[in-house]
Protein backbone atom coordinates (compact mmCIF):
# COMPACT_ATOMS: atom_id res chain seq x y z
CA UNK A 1 0.00 0.00 0.00
CA UNK A 2 0.87 3.31 0.14
CA UNK A 3 3.33 4.89 2.46
CA UNK A 4 5.09 7.88 3.47
CA UNK A 5 8.28 8.37 5.45
CA UNK A 6 9.92 11.08 6.96
CA UNK A 7 12.79 11.54 9.51
CA UNK A 8 11.68 12.01 12.88
CA UNK A 9 13.55 14.47 14.40
CA UNK A 10 15.88 17.68 13.14
CA UNK A 11 17.15 20.21 15.17
CA UNK A 12 18.35 23.71 14.30
CA UNK A 13 19.11 26.87 15.21
CA UNK A 14 16.87 29.94 15.54
CA UNK A 15 17.93 32.18 12.31
CA UNK A 16 18.92 29.05 9.82
CA UNK A 17 17.28 27.29 7.60
CA UNK A 18 15.48 24.08 8.21
CA UNK A 19 14.73 21.61 5.71
CA UNK A 20 12.13 18.65 6.51
CA UNK A 21 12.54 15.69 4.08
CA UNK A 22 9.94 13.02 3.09
CA UNK A 23 9.53 10.60 0.19
CA UNK A 24 6.46 8.53 -0.71
CA UNK A 25 5.55 5.90 -2.74
CA UNK A 26 2.24 6.39 -4.39
CA UNK A 27 3.04 7.24 -7.86
CA UNK A 28 -0.33 8.37 -8.53
CA UNK A 29 -0.19 10.95 -5.90
CA UNK A 30 -1.83 14.36 -7.04
CA UNK A 31 -1.53 16.52 -4.35
CA UNK A 32 1.06 16.59 -2.45
CA UNK A 33 0.81 18.75 1.77
CA UNK A 34 2.63 19.73 4.81
CA UNK A 35 1.01 20.33 7.77
CA UNK A 36 2.10 21.50 10.90
CA UNK A 37 1.09 20.54 14.55
CA UNK A 38 1.90 22.51 17.74
CA UNK A 39 1.72 21.17 21.26
CA UNK A 40 -1.86 19.64 21.61
CA UNK A 41 -3.41 21.14 18.91
CA UNK A 42 -4.91 19.50 15.77
CA UNK A 43 -2.71 19.89 12.17
CA UNK A 44 -2.70 22.85 10.54
CA UNK A 45 -2.70 23.02 6.80
CA UNK A 46 0.88 24.99 6.10
CA UNK A 47 1.36 24.21 2.38
CA UNK A 48 0.38 21.97 -0.74
CA UNK A 49 1.71 21.30 -3.95
CA UNK A 50 0.10 19.99 -7.12
CA UNK A 51 2.16 17.01 -8.93
CA UNK A 52 3.25 18.52 -11.71
CA UNK A 53 4.74 21.06 -10.32
CA UNK A 54 8.31 21.31 -8.81
CA UNK A 55 8.53 23.88 -6.66
CA UNK A 56 6.38 26.32 -4.47
CA UNK A 57 7.26 29.09 -2.82
CA UNK A 58 4.58 31.21 0.61
CA UNK A 59 6.67 33.75 2.00
CA UNK A 60 9.42 31.68 4.15
CA UNK A 61 7.88 28.31 2.89
CA UNK A 62 9.68 26.69 -0.14
CA UNK A 63 8.14 23.38 -1.07
CA UNK A 64 10.69 20.79 -3.62
CA UNK A 65 9.15 18.11 -5.23
CA UNK A 66 11.09 15.49 -6.93
CA UNK A 67 8.42 13.49 -9.01
CA UNK A 68 10.78 10.78 -10.41
CA UNK A 69 12.50 10.04 -6.86
CA UNK A 70 9.06 10.92 -5.11
CA UNK A 71 10.90 13.23 -2.32
CA UNK A 72 9.37 16.10 -0.90
CA UNK A 73 11.14 18.62 0.88
CA UNK A 74 10.12 21.82 2.94
CA UNK A 75 12.58 24.39 3.83
CA UNK A 76 11.52 26.97 6.63
CA UNK A 77 14.19 29.92 6.19
CA UNK A 78 14.79 31.90 9.15
CA UNK A 79 13.80 29.33 11.66
CA UNK A 80 11.84 31.06 14.59
CA UNK A 81 10.95 29.45 17.96
CA UNK A 82 7.66 29.50 17.08
CA UNK A 83 8.57 27.14 14.08
CA UNK A 84 9.15 24.58 16.28
CA UNK A 85 6.20 21.56 16.17
CA UNK A 86 5.73 18.77 14.16
CA UNK A 87 5.73 18.64 10.57
CA UNK A 88 3.54 16.10 8.69
CA UNK A 89 4.20 15.60 5.43
CA UNK A 90 0.69 13.65 3.18
CA UNK A 91 -0.47 12.36 0.39
CA UNK A 92 -3.58 11.78 -1.77
CA UNK A 93 -4.61 10.26 -4.70
CA UNK A 94 -7.45 13.50 -6.52
CA UNK A 95 -8.41 14.17 -2.88
CA UNK A 96 -9.29 10.98 -1.25
CA UNK A 97 -7.14 8.45 0.90
CA UNK A 98 -4.56 10.90 2.50
CA UNK A 99 -1.95 9.32 3.76
CA UNK A 100 0.08 11.02 6.69
CA UNK A 101 4.25 10.50 7.32
CA UNK A 102 4.70 9.78 10.89
CA UNK A 103 5.81 13.31 11.40
CA UNK A 104 8.98 15.15 12.08
CA UNK A 105 9.78 16.75 15.45
CA UNK A 106 11.28 20.49 14.31
CA UNK A 107 13.42 21.96 17.33
CA UNK A 108 13.93 25.25 17.36
CA UNK A 109 17.33 26.15 19.70
CA UNK A 110 18.15 29.84 20.85
CA UNK B 1 -15.51 31.28 8.77
CA UNK B 2 -15.70 29.11 12.06
CA UNK B 3 -12.94 26.14 12.13
CA UNK B 4 -13.92 22.84 12.55
CA UNK B 5 -14.76 22.46 16.14
CA UNK B 6 -14.54 19.46 18.35
CA UNK B 7 -15.94 18.50 21.67
CA UNK B 8 -15.26 17.87 24.37
CA UNK B 9 -11.81 18.59 24.39
CA UNK B 10 -10.46 16.15 27.47
CA UNK B 11 -12.59 13.03 28.42
CA UNK B 12 -11.01 10.22 31.12
CA UNK B 13 -13.19 7.38 31.12
CA UNK B 14 -12.21 3.74 32.23
CA UNK B 15 -11.87 0.44 30.72
CA UNK B 16 -15.48 -0.80 29.29
CA UNK B 17 -16.74 1.97 29.43
CA UNK B 18 -18.27 4.14 26.00
CA UNK B 19 -17.10 7.35 24.42
CA UNK B 20 -18.73 9.61 22.03
CA UNK B 21 -17.09 12.08 20.61
CA UNK B 22 -18.28 15.01 18.23
CA UNK B 23 -17.20 17.42 15.18
CA UNK B 24 -18.75 20.12 13.62
CA UNK B 25 -17.25 20.60 9.65
CA UNK B 26 -16.54 23.89 8.47
CA UNK B 27 -19.38 25.61 7.19
CA UNK B 28 -20.51 24.32 3.46
CA UNK B 29 -17.82 21.00 4.30
CA UNK B 30 -19.40 17.82 3.98
CA UNK B 31 -16.94 15.08 4.03
CA UNK B 32 -15.31 13.73 7.59
CA UNK B 33 -12.83 12.01 8.31
CA UNK B 34 -11.43 10.81 11.64
CA UNK B 35 -8.52 10.07 12.91
CA UNK B 36 -6.65 8.77 15.65
CA UNK B 37 -3.16 10.15 17.17
CA UNK B 38 -0.92 7.93 19.09
CA UNK B 39 2.86 8.42 20.15
CA UNK B 40 3.82 4.92 18.72
CA UNK B 41 1.26 4.59 15.89
CA UNK B 42 1.22 8.01 14.51
CA UNK B 43 -1.95 9.03 12.74
CA UNK B 44 -3.98 6.64 11.62
CA UNK B 45 -7.53 6.84 9.09
CA UNK B 46 -10.52 5.84 11.12
CA UNK B 47 -13.35 6.06 7.88
CA UNK B 48 -14.96 8.97 6.40
CA UNK B 49 -18.25 10.05 6.05
CA UNK B 50 -20.21 12.16 3.23
CA UNK B 51 -23.81 12.80 3.14
CA UNK B 52 -24.64 10.73 5.97
CA UNK B 53 -22.74 7.65 4.60
CA UNK B 54 -19.46 5.80 5.58
CA UNK B 55 -17.47 6.39 2.02
CA UNK B 56 -14.37 4.65 3.30
CA UNK B 57 -13.39 3.25 6.38
CA UNK B 58 -9.71 2.25 8.27
CA UNK B 59 -8.42 -0.66 9.96
CA UNK B 60 -9.63 -0.58 12.97
CA UNK B 61 -12.16 -2.78 15.40
CA UNK B 62 -16.63 -2.83 15.43
CA UNK B 63 -16.07 -0.90 18.15
CA UNK B 64 -15.33 1.99 16.82
CA UNK B 65 -18.26 3.47 14.56
CA UNK B 66 -19.26 6.65 13.56
CA UNK B 67 -21.99 8.53 12.06
CA UNK B 68 -23.38 11.93 9.96
CA UNK B 69 -26.19 13.75 10.06
CA UNK B 70 -27.80 15.87 7.93
CA UNK B 71 -26.23 19.07 8.39
CA UNK B 72 -22.75 17.14 8.44
CA UNK B 73 -22.13 17.32 12.04
CA UNK B 74 -20.90 13.86 12.36
CA UNK B 75 -20.31 11.79 16.01
CA UNK B 76 -17.76 8.82 16.53
CA UNK B 77 -18.48 6.10 19.35
CA UNK B 78 -16.05 3.59 21.02
CA UNK B 79 -17.63 1.15 22.95
CA UNK B 80 -16.12 -1.13 25.38
CA UNK B 81 -12.66 0.86 26.02
CA UNK B 82 -9.21 -0.52 26.47
CA UNK B 83 -6.51 0.97 27.47
CA UNK B 84 -4.91 1.21 24.05
CA UNK B 85 -7.45 3.22 22.91
CA UNK B 86 -6.71 6.46 24.62
CA UNK B 87 -5.17 8.80 22.22
CA UNK B 88 -5.92 11.97 20.22
CA UNK B 89 -8.94 11.41 17.96
CA UNK B 90 -9.00 14.27 15.20
CA UNK B 91 -11.51 14.90 13.01
CA UNK B 92 -11.00 17.19 9.71
CA UNK B 93 -13.55 18.53 7.37
CA UNK B 94 -13.25 18.88 3.11
CA UNK B 95 -15.70 20.61 1.06
CA UNK B 96 -16.81 16.90 -0.95
CA UNK B 97 -13.46 14.66 -0.27
CA UNK B 98 -12.01 13.40 -3.73
CA UNK B 99 -11.89 16.45 -5.89
CA UNK B 100 -8.38 16.57 -7.07
CA UNK B 101 -7.55 19.78 -5.18
CA UNK B 102 -9.07 18.50 -1.81
CA UNK B 103 -7.72 20.07 1.76
CA UNK B 104 -8.10 18.66 5.03
CA UNK B 105 -9.13 21.16 7.48
CA UNK B 106 -8.40 19.74 11.12
CA UNK B 107 -9.90 20.44 14.52
CA UNK B 108 -8.19 20.73 17.77
CA UNK B 109 -9.18 17.37 18.64
CA UNK B 110 -10.34 15.30 21.17
CA UNK B 111 -7.87 13.83 23.76
CA UNK B 112 -9.47 10.48 25.55
CA UNK B 113 -7.67 9.12 28.30
CA UNK B 114 -8.75 5.32 29.47
CA UNK B 115 -7.77 3.93 32.44
Known amino acids: GEDVEQSLFLSVREGDSSVINCTYT??????LYWYKQEPGAGLQLLTYIFSNMDMKQDQRLTVLLNKKDKHLSLRIADTQTGDSAIYFCAESDYGQNFVFGPGTRLSVLP | KAGVTQTPRYLIKTRGQQVTLSCSPI?????VSWYQQTPGQGLQFLFEYFSETQRNKGNFPGRFSGRQFSNSRSEMNVSTLELGDSALYLC??????????????FGSGTQLSVL
Open chain 2, 92 to 105: ASSLVGGASNEKLF
Open chain 2, 27 to 31: SGHRS
Open chain 1, 26 to 31: DSSSTY
